[in-house]
């Protein structure tokens, strides 16, 4: 698909183009230089608070790569490796209740996520998890993605990909209301914590470049996934995962915490990283150019 016909698929305006032009043509090159100087299949990490644009961001970096500098490019959605429904309820009862809201780390299934990175990057015909957020649960594997061939670039994008732990010291003291009401002795920021020292970071090692794409605060993130819930529910409005802005507060609430220990530690430490204004729109790149 071509970059004007994607455009109108997304439902962007026309202007977009010069965001296509301005950033994601000159990220996409810069992958492509990664990949002329690793001479292999390459992991690149999108980070970016939910609403941001990352998937965005993703299509149209396929779209560009393989006409353009003639790389296959396949995306694997944090989103879509969600535990299913059922285990993040035993979660809840094994561990602590917050685990049964999907999101934070320790409620996707990093098993099932390191080999699918692993087999697309050895070329095999694999299928593709896909998540229901509408549903709240795994779709049944007959809903899955079949894909099969030669990978050149892997996009891994995920809210949360690349995130490192907090020191313990700063687990001690609430971020918000949920945790103070629902995690006073803070078993469940502690386990959440621990899965981001162990598995999710074997599992974010694989990335072998990182990209962040910044809100200006996390004000917006809310803002932001409030207009993703408007949308869904206008396609889905009785699915029983949708939410209303109460329930989409809440549920963003379980995010806090780690977005803003990102929002401090990671952008340091990104190879590439855009920051947004309060409309989504990028104000600036850094890394492009090697820099």
């Known amino acids: 698909m071509d970059i004007a016909t994607l455009i109108a698929a997304e439902r962007l305006p026309a202007s977009y183009g010069t965001t296509v032009d301005r950033w994601w043509r000159p990220l996409a090159r810069r992958i492509a230089q990664w990949h002329a100087s690793a001479g292999r299949t390459l992991i690149i990490g999108i980070n970016g608070a939910q609403g941001s644009g990352k998937s965005t961001i993703c299509r149209f970096l396929q779209a560009s790569l393989l006409p353009e500098y003639g790389l296959s490019a396949a995306t694997v959605a944090l989103d879509n490796l969600y535990l299913p429904l059922a285990a993040r309820d035993r979660m809840a009862q094994r561990i602590h209740p917050l685990f049964r809201t999907r999101g934070v780390p320790g409620t996707h299934d990093v098993d099932a996520g390191v080999t699918l990175l692993r087999d697309l990057a050895a070329g095999r015909d694999i299928l593709i998890p896909r998540f229901s957020k509408a549903l709240d649960d795994r779709l049944p594997q007959a809903d ?32 918000n209301a949920l945790e103070a009401q629902d995690d006073p002795e803070g078993i469940w920021r502690r386990h959440v914590n621990l899965a981001l020292q162990t598995s999710y970071a074997r599992w974010f090692a694989t990335i ?46 379980h995010y806090e915490r780690l977005t803003r220990h990102m929002f401090a530690d990671l952008p340091a430490r990104a190879d590439i990283l855009f920051q947004l204004d309060a409309r989504q729109n990028v104000i600036s790149g850094r890394g492009l150019a090697g820099e």
């Open 144 to 175: 899955w993605t079949r894909h099969s061939g030669k990978v050149d670039i892997l996009l891994f994008e995920g809210w949360c990909v690349g995130a490192r732990p907090q020191d313990a010291a700063s687990l001690v003291q609430p971020v």
């Open 208 to 253: 072998d470049h990182l990209v962040m794409v910044q809100p200006p605060s996390f004000d917006h993130v809310l803002n932001n996934r409030l207009l993703q819930e408007h949308k869904l529910r206008a396609v889905a409005p009785d699915a029983p995962g949708i939410m209303d802005d109460d329930a989409v507060a809440r549920f963003v609430s």
